[in-house]
């Protein structure tokens, strides 16, 4: 029985390994399985965002203590260049373009030398607005009312509190004085 299969496995392997092979070609360039159902990519981010406005308060002659209040932990700060701090950023979403920036901060001593900074380092809300993936439709929602607004609301009503009645044993005393 197993010599009438070999030839029949022989025949199989060839086109397994095509379909196999073949797998990789059925993702296209925008992460679509077969040009259709959009795949799943887990989110990456790794290293500190340096805002621009971070990176404008970092000034030459500052401790290495007041550049890592301000920037954080350095992602590399390695042993043979105990004086250079590199500040590497990277982030992957499903999305969003990818970013990389790479900041390196130089000292001589304990005091920072200079501050390499990339001259696309964006700002604050330029940095969310790239990583928002979230399209609201529609306007965005009211988060405050106004005062006409505010004045038409009912008055809430406060319920009476409780007459409170006295609990427990009650007693007289006589007057302490006479």
């Known amino acids: ?9 022989r025949s199989l392997v060839l086109p397994a390994l095509l379909a196999l092979g073949a797998c990789g070609s059925w993702v296209g360039h ?7 159902v959009p795949l799943y990519r887990i989110e990456i981010v790794q290293g500190n965002v340096v805002t621009k406005e971070a990176a404008e308060r ?12 301000i920037l954080g932990s350095p992602m590399v700060a390695d042993v043979f260049h105990a004086d250079r701090w590199d500040y590497v950023f990277t ?27 990339p ?4 700002t604050e809300k ?11 439709r529609g ?10 607004e505010r004045a038409a609301l009912p008055r809430p009503v406060r319920p009476e509190p409780p007459a409170v009645e006295a609990s427990g044993a009650t007693r007289a005393y006589p007057p302490l004085e006479k």
């Open 119 to 122: 001259g696309d380092l964006p």
């Open 91 to 117: 982030i992957r979403r499903q999305g969003a373009a990818a970013q990389a920036r790479r900041l390196v901060a130089q000292f001589e001593g304990d005091k920072l030398k200079s501050f390499d900074v």
């Open 58 to 69: 970092v000034k030459p002659g500052m401790s290495r203590e007041q550049v890592r209040d």
């Open 30 to 36: 925008d992460d679509r399985f077969m040009g259709v």
């Open 126 to 136: 330029e940095f969310v607005a790239s990583i928002n993936t979230f399209k609201p």
């Open 1 to 9: 029985m197993s010599d009438l299969l070999r030839p029949l496995r």
């Open 139 to 148: 306007e965005s929602p009211k988060l405050a009312l106004s005062e006409a």
